[in-house]
């Protein structure tokens, strides 16, 4: 621990603290721009500067670590004519013109720094050189002119996110952020998780979208979870008025530290589907609305028309664990009917919990990804499928990181990777393989094996040579690897893993796949077509099968937000609120539960999944279960390892 | 031939920076007078590179006095632009906050700009000429005054959060609801600025009463009259077809605002930085217009609210259901307009869809071009922007309201001054009605020239050859 | 004791800080009791006493020859010079015409407008003031108190002049100090 004090108040801070850190744990403030805490500091805007006892300048506190003894001034008239002079030289450089900004009157981290200096003016006139707005971006707008070069989003580009897109060219004042070699931000690496635009503290970086739409103090702030892959990254849903104005990263919450993906922040608020109003009828070959009793009592009589093994039933993993729990209990458990599943492809979180099952708690969270020294990634495009994870090793690929990457198709988390080894294919048994060969330095298979494969013997050395050594080492597991058919690989795997000490994560495909794989759901059987077709698409898609399938059916009934397909087709439509119009429960790779919050009121006309389960069960006289959540987190204990 | 030349600079409780110069015979009678707008400040060219969506921000830093036109006019062209048309509830909404811009704007032109010159009279001391003459001379009426605008500003605020420069009106929308007790709010206010309306109304009648002859010969001439309308051709402020009359009455044409560059085009004179614009068809100065109260009130058959259009019947009578000429009716339109609006915002507040929160569409169909029309106090507001792929601006062309009054203005203050200024001996209160000539019109100058102005009065006047003689001032 | 005079004018603005002004509503008749209002855009008086007032307020940024010579004569005539709202003090949205520069944005509005005949030519009668570089008061004359804002509020307004009024330096901060 370290000693100091601040403004004549002693603190102990740990070691390794910066004089801010101290500052504020003094419970006194000095303002910051470039300084973010979930970035490396870097000391860029100095605005932070302090008087320290015996240093000859005034230092910035935000990377001037914390020694004993030290004596720290914060409100000194030196320290405030300099936070003036800094503040006067960064709104003379470019061209501040708070009038029009989309962040003016409370959201702007720079125009606040004026008012606590009580700056009324500008006492330096600036150039009015124009500097370039980009706004090639579908997502948002790079206006040069409003940045103040404190690289925060090149340093959440980078140190965050692991996509290093962002970066600067020119130096000093002529300083032009850009998109890789300067190409338009829409032509450029970006992958559009926006995670700059949170970061920027200033209206350099603008959404699109909800740009004049409210100020934050406006915006009604839900935190929820996000139920798009299966991380379950926390975030906060802004709405004004009960509509959905923008989504961010919760950086108070989540293992996803404050980063949300493409998926995540932008897909619901650019949703352009068109909304189901009313439930629809099919008649005399036209869908026609009708009330919510009629599509209902008609649901009903379908249902007492034919045997149970006549009707087929299939959900979408975008639902809540409640949703699932009902659903399942309704076909599965009293119905017995002839078919009931999970929509989509996905296997591993069943295959998992099958393995489980057998050989005993495996898996780890998520978090092991965040610091690692040898990544083994198996049959899982992470940057495509579970982007936040794939931020995790991408930005640990920039430095040390060791990486051995098999999947059927070229995947981008290693791109960055310099000691990265890359297998091409779906032999996985093989890939297991020379795992162990590796592990236990069984030489006499290893050149066969790596020929076998493909690979480069010396680069494959490299990067896994030591694996028994490795302190850190993680595999991470996903849909190619984890199909039913692959269980002995997978089997061995786990073994491997335990013999040597190394972390198996397995990523569990879309929403609450993990949740619905251990309600017993059928998952990836490809649905058939039967006189009754039950299908609760809610916000979702389903895949052409489903779509074959539901074709082929005689009497179809189709519960969806969305118009699509499948609802055109349809016998009897149900308008279904979407994910952020209820709230439900949500269980990650982790298994770790989360409550996903209301964030809008869905319009008269919508009902969820779960409610509609409840009218169909009382009308066939049943009471459905509420108490699924003892035997999720029994079931999940033993699947994740504590 | 001995030519004389007065300055009248800056002239005064207008919008905006003017000066009037007046060119005098050897036999000190007028010559010809100039209106010159005598700024200039460039949004068309400054505005290019930003965004769409920025506009509506931008461009009400045109004008202060009515920055709710170029907010919503900037909107609706958004709309277009972005292929995102708003849903009925938005369209209320803008329309209220439109109305609250008409009562103050109108308001305070009546009451606190043009007032002192009716109230206190064209002759009067210029030192008390103004509104705290007015609060002198006639403290009551002038704290109805001051409500009535406050009434307006306050509408605005209510749902702009602020009354100069709100943040409301987005493309596809507006950005927040109107609550039920900020209705209520409005509501409350509303019967009070009824009866001002009602006052003002009183207040011109019985002027005109008395200023008979002034009224038959100040600055009365005919033009062509342009104005948006209903679909049953009723006055219109917030959003329709353009609809344009002939100096005698005649319907000429009914068009789209996104067609408005087949009917209207702008001249230059070199001596003003207003341009002129014109029906095309009939071309330069044979087409010109006026726009604002009286050219709306002579371009539409009936108004859609019961008092307002009763008092149009009215209005439709002076000149037998001829067009009105005469510029000081300007004031009268001014107040029936006002009386329309006080009641609009009645039928607004009691349409159902006003407190729905089916306020933005964010579905967007990018066209890449569009018009946003709308009916600001002082006249047709045109707003044309063409965008890249991006929503950046590529091209602005901004037609201002009082632009379209720009030649009835120059011809105004023409006549006025043949009518009124006799030199050599050219008195104050002479200079004053000259000033009047264009005040009438509520010009706003910075919206004319996206330029800001006012016109204070300097008179200048040089032989011929070009020295001073005499300098008057105010 | 007799009463302070005031003067006002705008210059490159929107007169949108004088409409501010006249939100204070029914406290413009008590701020008629506390100074005593000379020239401005909405009096008839064309410009400040030539014996001096003791406020001067200029709305509206330094955008032509006109403007400049409005801005000097105003600080000669005046004790203590208010920049009122954000052109005043920063120069705001007109001084965005510095990046096209005035001859461009001239020539857009003048003759490339979509809407201008063959008549466009950018006018230049000698009675017409000169673009110049846009910029806040303060580049040309010396600013006393600066009050930004797009527009400032009425109730800063308010509280500027009635504490000048009485003889006291107005401190802008807290909401009075509010950019937007």
């Not at chain 1, 001037?64 to 405030?80: E, L």
């Not at chain 2, 602005?396 to 379209?404: E, K, M, P």
């Not at chain 3, 600080?75 to 461009?104: S, T, W, Y």
Request: charged share 25%.
């Amino acid at each position: 621990m370290i000693q100091l004090t601040v403004n004549g108040q002693p603190v102990e801070v740990e070691t390794g603290s910066t004089i801010l850190d101290a500052i504020r744990i003094a419970g006194f403030n000095v303002p910051t721009l470039c300084y973010h805490p979930k970035l490396v500091p870097y000391g860029s805007c100095r605005l932070c500067l302090v008087e320290v006892e015996g240093a000859r300048t005034l230092q910035p506190s935000c990377v001037v670590p914390a020694n004993n003894g030290m004596i720290v001034r914060t409100d000194t008239d030196r320290t405030k004519s300099a936070r003036k002079f800094i503040l006067s030289m960064i709104f003379s450089e470019r061209n501040h013109f708070c009038m029009y900004c989309q962040e003016t009157d409370g959201d702007c981290d720079l125009q606040q720094a004026a008012y606590a200096e009580n700056m009324t003016h500008w006492p330096i006139t600036p150039a009015y050189k124009p500097f370039i707005v980009d706004a090639s971006h579908p997502d948002f707008i790079l206006d040069n002119n409003r940045c103040i070069l404190c690289r925060r989003c090149v340093r959440a580009c980078t140190e965050l996110v692991g996509n290093a897109t962002l970066g600067f060219e020119e130096r000093g004042s002529g300083s032009l952020l850009i998109a890789d070699n300067n190409v338009p931000l829409g032509e450029s690496t970006c992958i559009s998780c926006g995670n700059c635009v949170q970061f920027c503290p200033t209206g350099a970086l603008i959404d699109r979208r909800s740009a004049y739409q409210g100020r934050e103090t406006d915006l009604t702030h839900v935190n929820s979870v996000c139920m798009d892959c299966s991380l379950g990254c926390e975030r906060v849903v802004k709405t004004r008025d009960n509509r959905l104005v923008r989504i961010d990263g919760n950086p108070d919450a989540g293992f996803n530290e404050s980063l949300l993906c493409y998926d995540g922040r932008y897909k619901p608020v650019a949703e352009n589907r068109k909304r189901i109003t009313s439930p629809m009828v099919r008649r005399n070959g036209q869908l026609e609305s009708i009330t919510w009793d009629e599509a209902l009592s008609a649901i009903s009589v379908q249902f007492k028309a034919h045997d149970s093994n006549e009707i087929s039933a299939h959900i979408s993993p975008r639902q809540p664990i409640e949703a699932l729990s009902a659903f399942h209990e309704f076909f599965a458990d009293h119905f017995q009917v002839g078919q009931v599943t999970l929509l989509g492809h996905d296997q591993t979180a069943r295959t998992s919990a099958k393995l489980a099952a057998e050989i005993g708690a495996f898996e780890s969270g998520l978090s092991v990804l965040k610091d690692c020294d040898t990544a083994i990634i198996l049959g899982t495009d992470m940057v495509k499928d579970h982007p936040v994870a794939g931020f995790f090793l991408k930005r640990q690929a920039m430095h040390d990181l060791k990486m051995f990457i098999a999947n059927s198709t070229h995947t981008k988390v290693g791109d960055w990777s310099s000691n990265k080894l890359e297998y091409i294919g779906s032999d996985y048994a093989a890939v297991v393989d020379l795992l162990r060969s590796f592990a236990h330095r069984e030489e006499a298979d290893l050149s066969a094996q790596l020929q076998n494969l493909g690979l480069n013997p010396e680069r494959a050395e490299k990067v896994l040579g030591n694996l028994k050594e490795n302190q850190k080492l993680v595999i991470v597991v996903g849909k190619e690897f984890a199909k039913a058919e692959n269980l002995p690989a997978f089997r061995s795997l786990v073994q491997l893993a335990r013999e040597i000490g190394a972390k198996v994560v397995t990523l569990k495909g879309k929403g609450n796949n993990f949740a619905g794989a251990l309600f017993g759901y059928e998952m990836d059987a490809q649905a058939k077509s039967a006189p009754v077709f039950f299908l609760a698409l809610g916000d979702g898609h389903a895949c052409d099968h489903t779509r074959d399938a539901l074709a082929g059916s005689e009497f179809k009934i189709v519960q969806a937000s969305y118009e699509s397909a499948f609802t055109e087709m349809a016998d009897i439509v149900l308008p279904c609120t979407i994910w952020d119009e209820q709230t439900g429960y949500y269980l990650n790779s982790d298994g770790k539960l989360g409550l996903n919050q209301q964030a809008i009121q869905a319009a008269d006309g919508n009902r969820s999944v779960l409610d509609v389960l409840k009218v169909l069960a009382s009308k066939s006289g049943l009471t459905l279960s509420e108490n699924w959540r003892a035997a999720i987190e029994e079931k999940v204990a033993t699947i994740v390892l504590s | 031939m001995v030519t004389q030349k007065i300055t009248i600079e800056p002239v005064t409780r207008i919008e905006g920076h003017a000066k009037v110069t007046v060119h005098m015979k050897e036999d000190g009678s007028v010559e010809h007078a100039y209106f010159h707008v005598n700024e200039f400040r460039g949004f068309e060219k400054f505005c290019e590179g930003r965004l769409v969506t920025e506009m509506q921000q931008i461009t009400p830093r045109i004008c202060g006095i009515c920055p709710v036109s170029h907010h919503l006019a900037a909107a609706k062209a958004g709309d277009v632009v972005l292929g995102c048309p708003p849903p009925r509830p938005a369209s209320l909404l803008r329309e209220l906050m439109h109305m609250g811009q008409i009562i103050q704007s109108h308001g305070m032109h009546f009451f606190e700009l043009a007032g002192p010159d009716l109230l206190l009279g064209f002759d009067a001391d210029p030192a008390i000429r103004n509104v705290v003459g007015l609060i002198q001379a006639d403290p009551e009426l002038t704290v109805k005054a001051v409500r009535l605008r406050k009434f307006g500003q306050a509408i605005i605020s209510e749902l702009g959060e602020r009354s100069i420069h709100p943040t409301f009106a987005i493309p596809g929308g507006v950005n927040r609801t109107l609550t039920a007790e900020g209705r209520d709010r409005i509501l409350a206010g509303l019967d009070d600025q009824v009866e001002t309306a009602k006052l003002g109304i009183k207040i011109i009648k019985d002027w005109v009463e008395a200023n008979r002859e002034t009224v038959d010969k100040f600055a009365v001439f005919p033009t062509g009259y342009l104005g948006l309308i209903t679909p049953s051709k009723g006055l219109e402020l917030y959003d329709g077809d353009i609809r344009l009359k002939s100096r005698t009455g005649e319907e000429l044409e009914v068009f789209s605002a996104q067609n408005y560059l087949d009917y209207i085009a702008e001249h230059v004179e070199p001596w003003s930085y207003l341009k002129f614009p014109y029906y095309k068809k009939l071309g330069f100065p044979e087409g010109v217009y006026r726009v604002g109260p009286l050219g709306r009130l002579n371009m539409v058959k009936h108004i859609e609210t019961p008092m307002a259009n009763e008092e149009l019947k009215v209005f439709k009578a002076i000149n037998d259901g001829a067009p009105v000429e005469n510029t000081l009716y300007y004031h009268y339109a001014r107040m029936i307009e006002t009386l329309f609006a006080a009641e609009r915002v009645r039928v607004l507040l009691d349409d159902p869809d006003i407190l729905s929160n089916d306020i933005l569409n964010t579905h967007q169909e990018p066209t890449g071009h569009g018009v946003g029309v709308i009916e600001a106090p002082r006249g047709t507001l045109i707003h044309d922007y063409t965008a890249n792929e991006y929503g950046q601006l590529t091209k602005v062309n901004l037609i201002v309201s009082t632009g379209h009054n720009n030649y009835a203005m120059s011809k105004a203050v023409d006549m006025v001054a043949k009518e009124y200024i006799h030199g050599p001996d050219v008195k104050e209160g002479m200079l004053n009605r000259v000033e009047h000539a264009i005040r009438a019109h509520d010009p706003c100058l910075s919206c004319s020239t996206h330029a800001v102005g006012q016109m204070p009065l300097e008179i200048s006047i040089y032989d011929h050859q070009g020295n001073l003689t005499q300098t008057l001032r105010r | 004791m007799t009463k302070p005079k005031v003067a006002s004018d705008w210059l490159a603005g929107c007169a949108g800080c004088h409409m501010s002004f006249l939100d204070m509503d029914e406290r413009i008749i008590e701020l008629t009791r506390l100074v005593d209002l000379r020239s401005t855009p909405i009096t008839d008086l064309k410009e400040p006493d030539a014996s001096g007032v003791d406020v001067g307020i200029l709305e509206g940024g330094i955008a032509n020859t006109y403007n400049e010579e409005v801005a000097l004569r105003m600080r000669e005539r005046c004790k203590i010079l208010v920049a009122l709202g954000d052109c005043a003090v920063f120069g705001g949205v007109p001084a965005m015409r510095n990046f096209p520069g005035a001859d461009a944005a001239l020539k857009r509005a003048y003759i490339e407008t979509e809407s201008t005949d063959d008549s466009g030519m950018i006018p230049n009668d000698p009675e017409l003031s000169t673009p110049v570089h846009v910029r806040p008061v303060s580049d040309l004359v010396k600013v006393d108190v600066f009050l930004p804002g797009c527009a400032p509020s009425a109730d800063a307004i308010f509280y500027v002049l009635s504490e000048l009024a009485q003889g006291r330096m107005p401190k802008v901060e807290g909401e009075f100090n509010n950019w937007h």
